[in-house]
């Protein structure tokens, strides 16, 4: 290859790559919208399907035990294929699952369907969507450069409070007008127009396609395939750090709404409002962290702060809780919890991609995107018991526990 074709390909890759961040983002947050905003329809969730707390557990956690059971697949398999056709065949089987539930899963005239196939056609849905989270990482991870990467990364992240806000203020409206046939129809057509914007745009970088690996490269891939992510006890340590760390983002995600309303008791209105501030607030933070941390080089020292951080604001609501404050500061305490446990996910990710390798990186985003959405499963089946046993109080302070387990799981810095 030319000096001169070298020159023009990374011309062309400075325009594009942010085409390639774009997807990665348009991708992320259509299934956000589902996974972060159907959580944000409980309150018509559960009358519409005439479900009791366990049983809407079961329903929200259900979507993530899909996702924990295909991530890693379908993370190697992006190590293997490449990211393009493992994220527009996912965003377009993703799509004909939600369809098929708005034709055949909601209620009618004709009877509710059972909770067990709602629950069972959110793990399908689950199982697809899955797709998106390792494949659009690896793809950010090779279009930009070290440096460049945390604020990539955390962009892209901001893609999960992204779909989750716009869910937060969509779907509990389509919901309550239109019924839930509605809220399906709409996700679908979200997740068809990210598999476009994939087919259009989603690339290979050319100076990598161009270069030819010699024998040393192929000698290193080999020996990088035969020590892998699975073999690797610090990416596995980031892994479940990740994974903790999420479980108190979860309680916020799946019961904030049936707190805000049994407890609070503000209205559908001011839910939804609260929920989008909380996921507006998280996208906020993780760009300016993702940016923070390509500054100053500080990636380690910021995800052990941030479990601290966390910690603190849970410890801070459950008080808010005890002492029946007002309404609305606890729709701000809400908010303020929800941002604090949301802030570092870019951060993280960059991490753990580094640690990885790119091109490893597809199958250890897909380790950690296993043990993220497992804690989506635990945590909506663990908060009812948790309330039968003893209050919301007692739920944020295990929230509180959580991102304390998390902290020394995240390496230390290194020392220069």
């Known amino acids: 290859?030319?000096?001169?074709?070298?020159?023009?390909?990374?011309?062309?890759?400075?325009?594009?790559?942010?085409?390639?961040?774009?997807?990665?983002?348009?991708?992320?947050?259509?299934?956000?919208?589902?996974?972060?905003?159907?959580?944000?329809?409980?309150?018509?969730?559960?009358?519409?399907?005439?479900?009791?707390?366990?049983?809407?557990?079961?329903?929200?956690?259900?979507?993530?035990?899909?996702?924990?059971?295909?991530?890693?697949?379908?993370?190697?398999?992006?190590?293997?294929?490449?990211?393009?056709?493992?994220?527009?065949?996912?965003?377009?089987?993703?799509?004909?699952?939600?369809?098929?539930?708005?034709?055949?899963?909601?209620?009618?005239?004709?009877?509710?369907?059972?909770?067990?196939?709602?629950?069972?056609?959110?793990?399908?849905?689950?199982?697809?969507?899955?797709?998106?989270?390792?494949?659009?990482?690896?793809?950010?991870?090779?279009?930009?450069?070290?440096?460049?990467?945390?604020?990539?990364?955390?962009?892209?992240?901001?893609?999960?409070?992204?779909?989750?806000?716009l869910g937060a203020l969509i779907l509990p409206w389509l919901a309550a007008s239109y019924g839930f046939a509605a809220v399906y129809g709409v996700l679908a057509a979200m997740c068809v127009v990210s598999a476009g914007f994939a087919w259009k745009w989603l690339i290979e970088p050319p100076f990598a396609a161009a270069v030819k690996p010699g024998a040393s490269t192929a000698a290193a891939s080999k020996a990088a395939a035969a020590t892998g992510p699975l073999r690797d006890a610090r990416i596995w340590r980031v892994v479940l750090g990740i994974g903790i760390l999420c479980v108190p983002q979860f309680a916020v995600l799946t019961f904030a709404t049936v707190f805000l309303h049994d407890f609070a008791h503000l209205g559908i209105g001011a839910i939804a409002a609260t929920m989008a501030a909380v996921q507006l607030g998280a996208m906020a933070m993780r760009v300016w962290s993702g940016r923070y941390t390509d500054r100053h080089g500080n990636r380690r020292a910021y995800l052990r702060g941030s479990t601290l951080v966390a910690m603190a604001s849970f410890v801070a609501l459950s008080v808010a809780v005890s002492i029946k404050m007002d309404a609305a500061g606890i729709a701000a305490m809400i908010v303020f919890a929800g941002v604090c446990v949301s802030a570092w996910h870019g951060v993280a990710y960059t991490e753990l991609a580094t640690l990885a390798g790119t091109s490893r990186a597809g199958t250890a985003l897909g380790m950690a995107n296993t043990v993220v959405y497992a804690g989506l499963f635990v945590a909506p089946l663990a908060i009812p018991h948790l309330l039968a046993a003893g209050s919301w109080v007692g739920v944020w302070l295990a929230a509180a526990a959580c991102a304390m387990a998390a902290y020394p799981l995240f390496p230390k810095s290194a020392r220069r």
Not at 68 to 84: I, K, N, Q, V, Y
Request: proline share 4%.
């Open 1 to 165: 290859m030319s000096t001169s074709q070298w020159a023009i390909g990374a011309a062309r890759s400075e325009t594009h790559r942010w085409k390639v961040l774009g997807v990665g983002v348009a991708a992320n947050a259509s299934f956000s919208a589902a996974a972060a905003g159907i959580p944000t329809t409980a309150v018509s969730l559960r009358a519409a399907y005439h479900l009791d707390n366990p049983a809407l557990g079961l329903v929200f956690g259900a979507m993530g035990l899909g996702v924990a059971l295909s991530e890693l697949p379908w993370g190697m398999l992006t190590d293997r294929w490449g990211d393009r056709p493992v994220l527009i065949t996912g965003l377009s089987a993703t799509a004909a699952a939600l369809a098929a539930m708005a034709w055949c899963v909601v209620p009618s005239a004709a009877g509710v369907p059972a909770s067990g196939w709602l629950a069972f056609a959110m793990c399908v849905t689950g199982l697809l969507g899955g797709s998106v989270n390792g494949s659009s990482g690896r793809a950010v991870m090779a279009w930009f450069r070290e440096g460049e990467r945390g604020l990539a990364m955390s962009i892209r992240q901001t893609a999960v409070p992204l779909g989750g806000g």
